[in-house]
T-cell receptor, first 118, second 112 residues
Framework: GAVVSQHPSWVICKSGTSVKIECRSL??????MFWYRQFPKQSLMLMAT?????????EQGVEKDKFLINHASLTLSTLTVTSAHPEDSSFYIC??????????????FGPGTRLTVL | GEDVEQSLFLSVREGDSSVINCTYT??????LYWYKQEPGAGLQLLTY?????DMKQDQRLTVLLNKKDKHLSLRIADTQTGDSAIYFC????????????FGTGTKLQVIP
């Protein structure tokens, strides 16, 4: 199997605080993880690509100082939303690349974290 | 840039077949995916197809690819109420280590 977990699944915080979301690959090593954001009734938008042991690559328009990504090990990547504001409220989903052959190399998604900033 | 389009909503009766359509623009798309998202949950990979294939069948799911028209479809046979969810079409040009571009999602409603 290829299981990816996220923690927490739901978080409510006050405006101005920072929130850390964890993404773990439970039964495989992931050199690359991805962070997506999903607004209500919309598709997933890639925020950044996280590589183990190196700096994340951010998509255009995503503030790297606002969304801090740390990929410290082959099974864990964290996304920290710093000084969160109500407009950061969203569903954050991570995925992890399970390395394989050309026919099996794919991403597996976590269950998502719903962030609500009051 | 890449663009993936889907219709927003589909309603079918339980037991009927559902067909969800998707079009994409990136001619270098190599992997084409279908994901299922239930309310409040993450994405579940249902199936994927390579651009050198034109059909893939997996139990009740049939994926058809028309590469010339850049059209992908997902057919669900004998649709059940548990199939009610949002279905995302997605593409990637180089597999797992590159970003996946998602469509807008099609909400499938199954009427008992």
């Amino acid at each position: 199997g290829a299981v990816v977990s996220q923690h927490p699944s739901w978080v409510i915080c006050k405006s101005g605080t920072s929130v850390k979301i964890e993404c773990r690959s439970l039964d495989f090593q992931a050199t690359t993880m991805f962070w997506y954001r999903q607004f209500p009734k919309q598709s997933l938008m890639l925020m950044a690509t996280s590589n183990e042991g190196s700096k994340a690559t951010y998509e255009q328009g995503v503030e790297k100082d606002k969304f801090l990504i740390n990929h410290a090990s082959l099974t864990l990547s964290t996304l920290t939303v710093t000084s969160a504001h109500p407009e950061d409220s969203s569903f954050y989903i991570c995925s992890a690349r399970k390395f394989g052959t050309w026919s099996t190399d794919t991403q597996y998604f976590g269950p998502g974290t719903r962030l609500t900033v009051l | 840039g890449e663009d993936v389009e889907q219709s927003l909503f589909l309603s079918v009766r339980e037991g009927d077949s559902s067909v969800i359509n998707c079009t994409y623009t990136d001619s270098s798309s190599t992997y084409l995916y279908w994901y299922k998202q239930e309310p409040g949950a993450g994405l579940q990979l249902l199936t994927y197809i390579f651009s050198n294939m034109d059909m893939k069948q997996d139990q009740r799911l049939t994926v058809l690819l028309n590469k010339k028209d850049k059209h992908l479809s997902l057919r669900i046979a004998d649709t059940q109420t548990g199939d009610s969810a949002i279905y995302f079409c997605a593409e990637s040009s180089t597999g797992g280590y590159q970003k996946v571009t998602f469509g807008t999602g099609t909400k499938l409603q199954v009427i008992p």
